[in-house]
């Protein structure tokens, strides 16, 4: 099993930035992909910004060129750098990995509140 545990959120003005990270611990040896989703009120959850087996990364369109995730590998840690943030950044980012074991398996964390104030 993995577990995984996001901070970082909180409260800025739109044009601002933060940085999001998501600590992973358990069975990190086993993830195949992990990233960064989403919720806003009233929405469905959305991905952000992922990296895919083979290192490959995909991002939203509505994030590109603003937003960066990274890795580091020794600290078992995804970070999402987010810049030039809009309201409609507005939402709970959750951070999600997935394993392969006979099927997929994804574990979830607990999600981080991001509020961009106009």
């Known amino acids: 099993q993995v577990q995984l545990v996001e901070s970082g959120g909180g409260l800025v003005q739109a044009g601002g930035s933060l940085r999001l990270s998501c600590a992973a611990s358990g069975s990190t040896f086993s993830i195949n992909t992990i990233g960064w989703y989403r919720q806003a009120p009233g929405k469905e959850r959305e991905l952000v910004a992922v990296f895919g087996s083979g290192g490959s990364i995909n991002y939203a369109d509505s994030v590109k060129g603003r937003f960066t995730i990274s890795r580091d590998y020794v600290k078992n840690t995804v970070y999402l750098q987010m810049n030039s943030l809009k309201p409609e950044d507005t939402a709970v980012y959750y951070c999600?990995?997935?394993?392969?074991?006979?099927?997929?398996?994804?574990?979830w964390g607990q999600g981080t509140q991001v509020t961009v104030a106009s």
């Open positions: 999600r990995a997935d394993t392969f074991y006979k099927t997929t398996w994804s574990y």
